[in-house]
Nanobody
């Protein structure tokens, strides 16, 4: 079992930056590939980014490629999402997720956090 707690959300103007953090507890963090997802009001949850167990591989949604960066610090049991050049369409609740696998994917995650709200004003 893994518990995930996100933080770092907030209100920011378009063009601004935020860094989200997700702290994991319960099992060895380095066993898990980690992902970030988001859900905007009235829309389905969508994949944002994922990172492999030791951070050697990363994948991104096309909508955030070049603006967002996923990273992790296994010594701190934490995964980050650095979000730059934010747009109003990035407004959503952002969730981190864990997957007990060597393979990083855009779906099929085992554990989820409670989410943190990101609001980008125009």
């Amino acid at each position: 079992q893994v518990q995930l707690v996100e933080s770092g959300g907030g209100l920011v103007q378009a063009g601004g930056s935020l860094r989200l953090s997700c702290v994991a507890s319960g099992r060895t963090f380095s066993y898990y590939a980690m992902g970030w997802f988001r859900q905007a009001p009235g829309k389905e949850r969508e994949f944002v980014a994922a990172i492999s167990r030791v951070g050697s591989n990363r994948i991104y949604a096309d909508s955030v490629k070049g603006r967002f960066t996923i990273s992790r610090d296994n010594a701190k049991n934490t995964v980050y999402l650095q979000m730059n050049s934010l747009k109003p369409e990035d407004t959503a609740v952002y969730y981190c997720a864990a997957r007990n696998s060597l393979v990083i994917t855009r779906n099929d995650y085992d554990y989820w956090g409670q989410g943190t709200q990101v609001t980008v004003s125009s």
